[in-house]
């Protein structure tokens, strides 16, 4: 079945930036809508972006607009978040998610995931 396969987290200071990468099997990539979530210790997982492989619509949250960009080489089967001006509270373990369709990052649409990368980010 699918394989999300998950690089680039780490620890970086406040301001910087970080280009995460999230490769899916072939197969299950096309036509489908590829996600980031987070979730930091003692919160609840959020939605951060998605992108619908097929045309690029994207959807943020609030919380990262202006600053986090989700993009996809459907070449590569392969989707990336490039985050700039990150934050402290950026602080969180980041996971790749794949559904079907792009619904509005709802969480209960993504069946597959991927390990999760962590990303810090300090003062």
């Known amino acids: 079945e699918v394989q999300l396969t998950e690089s680039g987290g780490g620890s970086v200071q406040a301001g910087g930036s970080l280009r995460l990468s999230c490769e899916a099997s072939g197969y299950a990539y096309n036509r489908k809508c590829m996600a980031w979530f987070r979730q930091a210790p003692g919160k609840e997982r959020e939605g951060v972006a998605e992108i619908y492989t097929g045309d690029d619509t994207t959807s943020y949250a609030d919380s990262v607009k202006g600053r986090f960009t989700i993009s996809q080489d459907n070449a590569k089967n392969t989707v990336y978040l490039q985050m700039n001006s990150l934050k402290p509270e950026d602080t969180a373990m980041y996971y790749c998610?794949?559904?079907?369709?792009?619904?509005?990052?709802?969480?209960?649409?993504?069946?597959?995931w991927g390990q999760g990368t962590q990303v810090t980010v300090s003062s």
């Open positions: 998610a794949l559904a079907m369709g792009c619904w509005g990052l709802r969480e209960r649409a993504f069946g597959r």
